[in-house]
């Protein structure tokens, strides 16, 4: 273990996915951080509070979720890295300014560390149901990203990850780890800062007499301009034009939220990113994510010592989905299996985008526990038929 006069830790530690979480966030440059302690999320801060005082960054505990989301949304205005991290319900309270920064198109990385739900729920035992919650959990329609680490290394790679994909599409980007990878203990290799790509906030390079903040690039993504910075202009949360004055009107609508989807969706093939394992010539294939992809490894390994040919795909970015690889698999085997620690949500876009032409079977557990790996087993020795 190493760490530089300016607080910056190298090399090897033994870290739970949580403390990594906020060791990766601080890595990638985050300099503001609000939040409201909730199970089982809290040690991410608890973390970062401590060693922000070392790097220069600002750590405040808000009343609640909802003025946590709000304080990201304003500090990210000022140009600097801002994150809030959250479990279950204080995720469910954050919806609306999370769709305030995504009609806005403020950089930010929310961390929610699932846990069983509904409701309270399960507060300090594991769960994966808040996956289509980050897709769709606040109104209207916009595309998002999202990212699902399985090691708290990887809960460090993927932070950065999920800062700079926040950089590169001026969007809040969900970091989806689960109780599991927050509260396992590993090692995590950090490297030198040197080492670590960081993209930074794309800021104008136009004069303020020239700039319009919503005017995009030719991968739909507006110039930034930090406020204080001398630039003047209006934004909202209502729709907008390039000024980012409202504009109520459907022709205004089309090209405001059109365009917020048309982002990520036109680069979606950028942003998706998955491990492959032995899918060619499979029969069966695995669609695993989080800690689930770690419990199905047993269940693989006993299924091709049966005979069964089995395949892997393990989600690094769950949202945009790997709509078009999923087509082209699902044309070459007889089903997949998707074990998730709730009751359908990722199956179902995997059933969607099979179409018909290979089976979708659920293995599904309801929280408070991983799976049994026979459980999966099972299903894959049944989708094997």
């Not at 961390?111 to 959990?137: C, E, F, H, K, Y």
């Not at 998730?340 to 979708?360: D, F, K, P, W």
Request: hydrophobic fraction near 40%.
């Amino acid at each position: 273990m190493e760490a530089d006069p300016a607080g910056v830790l190298t090399g090897a530690h033994y870290f739970d996915g949580d403390f990594a979480c906020g060791e990766g966030a601080m890595a990638a440059g985050c300099r503001f951080v609000a939040g409201y302690p909730i199970t089982p999320s809290t040690e991410v801060v608890e973390r970062i509070s401590r060693r922000f005082p070392l790097i220069g960054g600002t750590f405040i505990q808000m009343e609640d979720e909802l003025a946590s989301m709000a304080a990201v949304a304003g500090a990210s205005w000022t140009g600097t890295k801002s994150m809030t991290v959250t479990s279950g319900p204080g995720f469910s309270l954050m919806m609306e300014n999370i769709g305030l920064a995504t009609m806005m198109e403020l950089p930010c990385v929310v961390v929610n560390v699932q846990r069983g739900g509904p409701s309270t729920g399960l507060p300090t035992m594991v769960g994966q149901a808040d996956i289509m919650q980050a897709r769709w959990g606040s109104h209207g329609d916009y595309e998002t990203i999202a990212l699902s680490p399985q090691s708290p290394q990887e809960a460090f790679d993927l932070v950065i990850d999920a800062f700079n994909l926040a950089e590169i599409y001026r969007t809040p980007v969900m970091f989806m780890m689960d109780e599991c990878v927050g509260h396992m203990s590993e090692k995590v290799v950090i490297p030198k800062p040197e080492e670590i790509e960081i993209v930074p906030r794309k800021l104008t390079t136009k004069s303020p007499e020239e700039f319009l903040p919503y005017v995009p690039d030719e991968n739909l993504v507006p110039e930034f301009a930090r406020a204080g910075d001398g630039y003047k202009f209006h934004t909202t949360g209502l729709t907008h034009d390039e000024r980012g004055y409202p504009v109520m009107s459907a022709e205004c609508q089309e090209l405001n939220v059109r365009r917020l989807v048309d982002k990520i969706r036109r680069n979606a093939e950028k942003i998706v990113r998955f491990e492959e394992e032995a899918t060619d010539g499979a029969d069966v294939v695995l669609i695993t994510y989080g800690i689930t992809a770690r419990v199905a490894r047993m269940a693989i390994d006993i299924a091709r010592k049966k005979g069964v040919k089995v395949g892997v795909i393990r989600l690094i970015v769950v949202w945009p989905f790997p709509e078009k690889h999923i087509r082209e698999l699902a044309k070459k085997i007889k089903a997949f299996v998707v074990p998730e620690i709730n009751y359908g949500q990722i199956a179902l876009e995997v059933e969607r985008c099979s179409a018909g032409n290979a089976a979708t079977r659920l293995v599904s557990h309801m929280g408070g526990g991983v799976h049994n790996p026979q459980d999966i087993v099972d299903a894959i020795l049944e989708a094997a038929k």
